[in-house]
């Protein structure tokens, strides 16, 4: 019986982990001034020469990244495409 509890504690905590990785971040990149949306948690890495300075999230969807990145002051602002154009991640 124990064996079982202890499985099962076991992958409700792998369960768990692997859900708070799911979301969009909006990380700072200072290679190119720009703030991106990405799918994965960041690692800010700044301090030792990389180019992620800072990271914000995770938000539960893709307009709730965008709206955040409109709050951010070092965020540049990112024109919006016209009612009619094709969306840019659908084209990737």
């Known amino acids: 019986m124990k064996p079982l509890l202890l499985a099962a504690a076991m992958i409700v905590a792998g369960?768990?982990?692997?859900?708070?990785?799911?979301?969009?971040w909006v990380v700072g990149n200072s290679a190119t001034g720009k703030c991106e949306i990405v799918t994965s948690n960041p690692v800010i890495n700044a301090q030792v020469g990389g180019n992620i300075w800072f990271g914000?999230?995770?938000?539960?969807?893709n307009d709730d990244a965008k709206r955040a990145r409109s709050t951010i002051?070092?965020?540049?602002?990112?024109?919006?495409p016209p009612a009619g154009a094709p969306d840019e991640q659908k084209q990737e």
Do not use: K, L
């Not at 369960?15 to 969009?24: E, I, K, T, W």
């Not at 914000?56 to 969807?61: M, N, R």
């Open 56 to 61: 914000t999230g995770p938000y539960q969807s």
């Open 15 to 24: 369960a768990s982990c692997a859900s708070a990785q799911g979301g969009y």
């Open 73 to 80: 002051p070092q965020c540049p602002a990112v024109p919006e």
